[in-house]
Structures are given as C-alpha cells and as structure tokens.
C-alpha cells in the first residue's frame, strides 16, 4: 500500500513560479510511473507531467517548457517545479503512482492547491 502526501500549494503571482512535493509512504517496487495531474473548478482531473522509474518524462502542452518533474527514489519522492505560473494554471495538484505490478491500482493524494492571481 502507497500513501502519498502533496505539500507546496499556495497563492502565487502570475508569471510566479512555485514547486510541489509530494512524499510517498510504503515501497514503490519495479517498473513504476510517479506523476502529478490536476483539477480546476467546474473542470476533469487532466494530466500535468509523469516521470518514469528509468527517467522518461512526459507533459501536457500547456506545460511543457515551464513546468519540470523529477524524482528521488530514495527518498521516494516527486517534485514538480512550475514556472512562468499563469492564472489558467490555478487548480488542485494530485501526485500519482503506477505501480506496473499492481496494474490496475492508482495510488492518489489528496491534492494540494495551487492559486494563480494577482
């Protein structure tokens, strides 16, 4: 069992930038994916960045190339810095984990929030 904690959502100026921890408790064995997506108002949960155990990384387009993911193995963790910060990017953050030998088990947080206004 995987439990994850988001930290680091807060109120940020457009153009701000702001990074995201997110600290998962229980052992992430194998071939794994540790992501975060989000959620704003009145919207579906869409997918932010993944980051792979063997480093591939992927984004949404709307954040490539202002937002970076990355991870610590040993310390099981995930990050997400996030950069040049728009107001569309106002939502809740939840960190994801795949495990591929617990394919059909998504390991959720929380969510942590994130505010994009002056």
């Known amino acids: 069992q995987v439990q994850l904690v988001e930290s680091g959502g807060d109120l940020v100026q457009p153009g701000g930038s702001l990074r995201l921890s997110c600290a998962a408790s229980?052992?992430?064995?194998?071939?794994?994916?540790m992501g975060w997506y989000r959620q704003a108002p009145g919207k579906q949960r869409e997918l932010v960045a993944t980051l792979t155990d063997d480093g591939s990384a992927n984004y949404a387009a709307s954040v490539k190339g202002r937002f970076t993911i990355s991870r610590d193995d040993a310390r099981n963790t995930v990050s997400l810095q996030m950069s040049s910060l728009k107001p569309e990017d106002t939502a809740v953050y939840y960190c994801?984990?795949?495990?591929?030998?617990?394919?059909?088990?998504?390991?959720w947080g929380k969510g942590t929030l994130v505010t994009v206004a002056s």
């Open positions: 229980g052992r992430i064995f194998g071939l794994n994916v």
């Open positions: 994801h984990v795949w495990e591929a030998r617990r394919p059909n088990v998504n390991y």
